[in-house]
């Protein structure tokens, strides 16, 4: 249960939406921390596919920025969607990495780890207070002391479920579940009643929903996964139980948030994550499914749900450290954020912002009801993905889920050797 990053991207800006970065200013040179000199100089910032959606907001934020700090001058450069963490990669190997680079935490880890990503706890301490705590800290590294960007925009969603479908299996439309006893009791329920026509879930567990549910997901020291504990296992025999009764779907091995989310418009799935932006959705092209909309919570044993965070990053080799460092905050300060959000629907990660009443007065529409409870659930929100969890990791966990699931493995056998295979990643992280 969950939005892929792909997703979220998406839902930020109807494109894939990831990195901000500045050329030309990387190589040698610069790497003090040091934010306290004068703000001036030539940067460039960098975008990710955003020119088409979004040029006048951008070049209205650079044109602020520029009248605020005269002596400075912001060349913004666009890049297209497809393969921007590669270019990265290249970009720090080559020396070319841009002043201020937008990142996932995942991004940022490797750029941390060699010393290219400006730590902002030492250069930029006084704008902490500024952020939501739990989005400060979600471009912190384990192992590492530090903070290696300024968090941007957030974003969660609830779980949305089929009020039409509940009724006819005997459940109570207006009683969704809460809690994991009762999600699994319900969706083995529906399963029942419906012959196996009909599953409530449509993917299999990440690494997030075993955050969700409460799994150690690593050492304190970042040094190892530990998510085959106990709860873990037990989290994955429940999965298995689904998956036999037909109450997980039986594609769900190979499923995208994409075919999960055709499949809840069609009614062959009973719930799925999602955001404000798939109301809209649902309206248009699944009417019928939109008069029998119900809208939950996120379910979590920890009593935090979890949220999807970018961020925007300093290199620490910049030649500008003042003039970079405050073009990162100014994009990312709660007057931009606040304005981006109405354009597009994120969540602003300063702190205070979740309280204006965009995100806190009723207009009676289901599109605000979402916007209002994600906001809601934010201030407390945590990112349950670890910063080293890579895309090589997430798939020997998927492969190894899916051989517990089609009993090739027990679920211990099975999230072993996940563990195994993660941590040897890990290693070879360095």
Aim: proline letters at 5%.
């Amino acid at each position: 249960m969950r939005i892929s990053r792909r997703a979220f991207a998406a839902a930020a800006a109807a494109v894939v939406l990831m990195p901000l970065s500045a050329c030309g200013s990387g190589g040698d040179g610069g790497g003090s921390t040091d934010a306290s000199g004068k703000v001036e100089g030539d940067i460039t910032f960098q975008t990710w596919n955003l020119r088409a959606n979004f040029k006048s907001y951008f070049e209205g934020v650079i044109s602020g920025f520029e009248k605020q700090y005269p002596g400075t001058h912001v060349k913004w450069i666009d890049q297209p969607a497809e393969g921007y963490a590669d270019k990265i990669s290249a970009d720090a190997a080559g020396g070319t990495l841009p002043d201020v680079v937008n990142v996932s935490p995942d991004l940022v880890a490797p750029l941390a780890k060699a010393g290219l990503a400006m730590d902002l706890d030492k250069a930029a301490a006084k704008y902490k207070s500024e952020y939501l705590p739990g989005a400060w800290a979600s471009h912190q590294i384990p192992g590492m002391t530090g903070t290696y960007a300024f968090p941007w925009y957030l974003n969660t969603g609830p779980l949305f479920y089929n009020k039409s479908l509940f009724k006819q299996a005997g459940l109570d439309a207006d009683q969704p579940p809460k809690t994991y006893d009762e999600l699994f009791a319900q969706a083995l329920q529906l399963a029942k009643k419906t012959n196996g026509k009909v599953a409530t879930l449509a993917n299999v567990p990440t690494v997030e929903d075993f955050g969700r549910y409460g799994v150690e997901l690593m050492n304190k020291a970042g040094t190892a996964f530990a998510f085959n504990d106990a709860k873990g296992i037990e989290l994955l025999t429940k999965y298995k139980e689904l998956y036999d009764a037909k109450a997980l779907d039986p594609q769900a091995l190979t499923a995208t948030p994409e075919s999960s989310g055709k499949k809840f418009l069609t009614g062959a799935v009973a719930m799925n994550p999602g955001s404000a932006l798939d109301l809209d959705n649902f309206k248009k092209q699944a009417p019928t499914l939109y008069k029998n909309i119900g809208i939950t919570d996120q379910i979590t044993s920890t009593g935090h749900v979890n949220m999807y965070v970018m961020g925007v990053m300093v290199n620490s080799k910049t030649k500008h450290t003042p003039a970079a460092v405050a073009f990162a905050h100014y994009v990312t300060d709660a007057r931009q954020q606040m304005s981006f959000a109405k354009k597009v629907a994120i969540f602003p990660s300063t702190a205070g912002s979740l309280d204006d009443p965009y995100f806190t007065k009723e207009d009676g529409t289901d599109e605000t009801r979402v916007r209002i409870a994600a906001a809601k659930s934010l201030k407390n929100a945590v990112n349950y993905t670890p910063v080293l969890f890579s895309e090589q990791m997430k798939t020997a966990l998927r492969n190894e889920v899916a051989k517990a699931l089609q009993g090739k493995e027990s679920p211990k056998t099975a999230l072993d050797n996940a563990v195994k295979q993660c941590n040897t990643l890990l290693q070879q992280q360095g």
